[in-house]
């Protein structure tokens, strides 16, 4: 019977709990524990012993009710594995279930308890994929709750040594456990948006911030004169922009450019390269760091950093490093190694066009090969502007965006070779066409048709240049741009029809391109052509039909080439 009495029991304890739900998503270290995608094992082990202690503190309120006592430790157990993660709930279960186990009295429910408690921690565990990132919705939480509890009844009557005294632990205590341990749960998990929302107030900021930086280095990039002020400058606007300490960037054996207000080292001593740019250099790819290595030079003076270190390898040389150094209060490391990831992309821009002013000045082959070096600024800069605006509304679909993006430029500069699969082609070609449709939304329209899938080998980087050339031009009189891709099989090779509803390619342009003339507007089309023709024989270049309605463009691809 559910008595005065019992009510203010379970009124103080879900107050006790929410007051300390409140007080945890406020503290700066458990909100950064929380947020963290990787954990060490020492780590999660660590943040399980907070909510082992919730368990307790749960369990220390119970409520006598005849042979049963009613706690929240279900809450606890519950949401450190939909807040911490698989290994915090199982480290929090298992705890929290030993300290049951000890101190439930009668010990004829002790069995019962100690094993809903663990099960209460690896449920949670296992559903946090689901509602992790703050994404959860207040009715599956209660769904969840109320299974958990009806396990807890079920587990009851199976662990109890007497079936009678089960029977009536039930019977007193079923109702009340619901309604607290649900509504607990709810309330509980809640008090932790705030977290997740300033951190999606964060990433917002970040990709405004981001934005804004990637303008002012186009006009860098696009202005270059000399390579080593251009790194300067670049330095100076990602230390003015960033919350970074410090900024510096090698090449392979010694120091280019850096800042950092608390270095204090000699010129001798800045001659040796910090073991992370080494690291970084020798793996190819992101290398972390806590703190710097005993012993050297730059121990003392960044002792309080975080340090991340990305490498630039352009045509798969190793050119040099960016290191960055964030103070360690101040890290968020998913936040911040997303976008160091960027930063990587613009300065590997920088490289890779003095790599590709060197490539045209050599034979075809090498001249195909460069143009895997080419990144469009005007392209990068209006998708990050795209994803911040995207991010202030649907931060999941940013996250996405983000994802095409690095996908997008990983293909564009990591191909060693000029031949590639088609159907590699035809993946970052989608990829383009993402970042594209969330930029015009509505106003873009694109139909992708592959009657055929090939892995048949193709110029690298050849579909991307007229599809751009049909989004970019390709604008109807109801001014909406329309864009049919379709792959088909053709006799003896494979056909990639490129269709748009444009006002057509003006007479002129389309005479230049028959006598092979440089056009300064269509770049893409002529280079695209030179190449098939390279490739395939004079006569197998571009196939273009236009009026006022819109422009087809075919490119034809043969299998017995030998190129490689």
């Given at each position: 019977?559910?008595?005065?009495?019992?009510?203010?029991?379970?009124?103080?304890?879900?107050?006790?709990?929410?007051?300390?739900?409140?007080?945890?998503?406020?503290?700066?270290?458990?909100?950064?524990?929380?947020?963290?995608?990787?954990?060490?094992?020492?780590?999660?082990?660590?943040?399980?012993?907070?909510?082992?202690?919730?368990?307790?503190?749960?369990?220390?309120?119970?409520?006598?009710?005849?042979?049963?006592?009613?706690?929240?430790?279900?809450?606890?157990?519950?949401?450190?594995?939909?807040?911490?993660?698989?290994?915090?709930?199982?480290?929090?279960?298992?705890?929290?279930?030993?300290?049951?186990?000890?101190?439930?009295?009668?010990?004829?429910?002790?069995?019962?308890?100690?094993?809903?408690?663990?099960?209460?921690?690896?449920?949670?565990?296992?559903?946090?994929?689901?509602?992790?990132?703050?994404?959860?919705?207040?009715?599956?939480?209660?769904?969840?709750?109320?299974?958990?509890?009806?396990?807890?009844?079920?587990?009851?009557?199976?662990?109890?040594?007497?079936?009678?005294?089960?029977?009536?632990?039930?019977?007193?205590?079923?109702?009340?456990?619901?309604?607290?341990?649900?509504?607990?749960?709810?309330?509980?998990?809640?008090?932790?948006?705030?977290?997740?929302?300033?951190?999606?107030?964060?990433?917002?900021?970040?990709?405004?911030?981001?934005?804004?930086?990637?303008?002012?280095?186009?006009?860098?990039?696009?202005?270059?004169?000399?390579?080593?002020?251009?790194?300067?400058?670049?330095?100076?606007?990602?230390?003015?922009?960033?919350?970074?300490?410090?900024?510096?960037?090698?090449?392979?054996?010694?120091?280019?450019?850096?800042?950092?207000?608390?270095?204090?080292?000699?010129?001798?001593?800045?001659?040796?390269?910090?073991?992370?740019?080494?690291?970084?250099?020798?793996?190819?790819?992101?290398?972390?760091?806590?703190?710097?290595?005993?012993?050297?030079?730059?121990?003392?003076?960044?002792?309080?950093?975080?340090?991340?270190?990305?490498?630039?390898?352009?045509?798969?040389k190793t050119r040099g490093c960016l290191i960055v150094?964030?103070?360690?209060?101040?890290?968020?490391?998913?936040?911040?190694?997303?976008?160091?990831?960027?930063?990587?992309?613009?300065?590997?821009?920088?490289?890779?066009?003095?790599?590709?002013?060197?490539?045209?000045?050599?034979?075809?082959?090498?001249?195909?090969?460069?143009?895997?070096?080419?990144?469009?600024?005007?392209?990068?800069?209006?998708?990050?502007?795209?994803?911040?605006?995207?991010?202030?509304?649907?931060?999941?679909?940013?996250?996405?965006?983000?994802?095409?993006?690095?996908?997008?430029?990983?293909?564009?500069?990591?191909?060693?070779?000029?031949?590639?699969?088609?159907?590699?082609?035809?993946?970052?070609?989608?990829?383009?066409?993402?970042?594209?449709?969330?930029?015009?939304?509505?106003?873009?329209?694109?139909?992708?048709?592959e009657e055929i899938k090939s892995d048949i080998l193709v110029p690298v980087l050849i579909?991307?240049?007229?599809?751009?050339?049909?989004?970019?031009?390709?604008?109807?009189?109801?001014?909406?741009?329309?864009?049919?891709?379709?792959?088909?099989?053709?006799?003896?090779?494979?056909?990639?029809?490129?269709?748009?509803?444009?006002?057509?390619?003006?007479?002129?342009?389309?005479?230049?391109?028959?006598?092979?003339?440089?056009?300064?507007?269509?770049?893409?089309?002529?280079?695209?052509?030179?190449?098939?023709?390279?490739?395939?024989?004079?006569?197998?270049?571009?196939?273009?039909?236009?009026?006022?309605?819109?422009?087809?463009?075919?490119?034809?691809?043969?299998?017995?080439?030998?190129?490689?």
């Amino acid at each position: 019977m559910i008595t005065r009495d019992l009510i203010d029991h379970l009124i103080i304890n879900l107050a006790a709990l929410i007051i300390i739900a409140n007080l945890l998503s406020h503290i700066h270290v458990f909100q950064k524990a929380i947020l963290q995608e990787r954990r060490s094992v020492k780590q999660d082990f660590l943040l399980s012993l907070v909510f082992v202690g919730i368990i307790i503190v749960s369990t220390s309120l119970e409520v006598d009710i005849s042979t049963y006592v009613l706690n929240t430790r279900m809450i606890g157990a519950m949401s450190a594995g939909l807040l911490g993660g698989p290994m915090v709930g199982f480290f929090a279960s298992i705890l929290g279930g030993a300290y049951v186990l000890i101190t439930t009295s009668p010990g004829v429910m002790a069995r019962s308890a100690a094993f809903s408690t663990v099960c209460f921690g690896l449920l949670g565990a296992g559903f946090y994929p689901y509602f992790q990132r703050g994404k959860w919705k207040y009715r599956d939480l209660i769904i969840l709750a109320v299974f958990a509890e009806l396990f807890e009844i079920f587990s009851l009557l199976r662990l109890t040594v007497s079936m009678q005294v089960a029977i009536q632990a039930i019977i007193n205590m079923s109702i009340p456990m619901l309604i607290t341990n649900v509504v607990g749960l709810v309330v509980f998990i809640a008090n932790f948006n705030y977290v997740f929302i300033q951190q999606d107030a964060e990433i917002s900021r970040q990709l405004q911030r981001i934005g804004m930086v990637t303008q002012e280095c186009r006009d860098i990039f696009e202005d270059s004169n000399s390579h080593g002020d251009d790194l300067k400058r670049f330095v100076d606007v990602l230390m003015d922009n960033f919350d970074y300490s410090g900024v510096m960037i090698t090449d392979t054996k010694k120091i280019i450019h850096w800042r950092h207000p608390d270095i204090k080292l000699s010129v001798e001593e800045l001659s040796e390269l910090p073991r992370i740019a080494v690291q970084a250099m020798a793996s190819g790819k992101l290398e972390t760091m806590e703190t710097p290595p005993e012993g050297s030079v730059w121990e003392n003076t960044l002792k309080d950093n975080y340090s991340a270190a990305v490498p630039f390898v352009v045509n798969g040389k190793t050119r040099g490093c960016l290191i960055v150094w964030v103070k360690r209060k101040w890290f968020q490391k998913t936040v911040e190694l997303e976008f160091l990831q960027i930063v990587q992309n613009l300065i590997l821009f920088q490289l890779s066009k003095e790599e590709l002013g060197r490539q045209l000045e050599l034979t075809a082959q090498a001249e195909l090969k460069a143009l895997q070096f080419q990144v469009n600024p005007h392209f990068l800069f209006n998708a990050l502007n795209t994803i911040s605006f995207v991010c202030r509304e649907d931060p999941e679909r940013a996250v996405t965006l983000l994802r095409v993006l690095a996908s997008y430029f990983r293909y564009s500069l990591r191909q060693s070779g000029f031949m590639v699969p088609l159907s590699d082609e035809i993946q970052h070609v989608k990829d383009y066409l993402k970042i594209e449709e969330a930029r015009f939304e509505e106003k873009l329209e694109v139909v992708f048709i592959e009657e055929i899938k090939s892995d048949i080998l193709v110029p690298v980087l050849i579909l991307q240049p007229i599809i751009e050339n049909a989004v970019r031009y390709g604008i109807s009189s109801d001014g909406h741009r329309h864009v049919s891709i379709c792959i088909s099989k053709i006799e003896d090779h494979i056909r990639v029809t490129i269709e748009d509803k444009g006002p057509g390619i003006p007479e002129e342009v389309m005479s230049d391109l028959e006598v092979d003339n440089d056009l300064e507007d269509h770049i893409g089309l002529i280079n695209v052509n030179r190449r098939l023709k390279n490739i395939y024989g004079e006569d197998r270049g571009l196939n273009i039909s236009s009026s006022s309605s819109g422009t087809i463009v075919e490119i034809n691809f043969y299998g017995d080439n030998n190129h490689e």
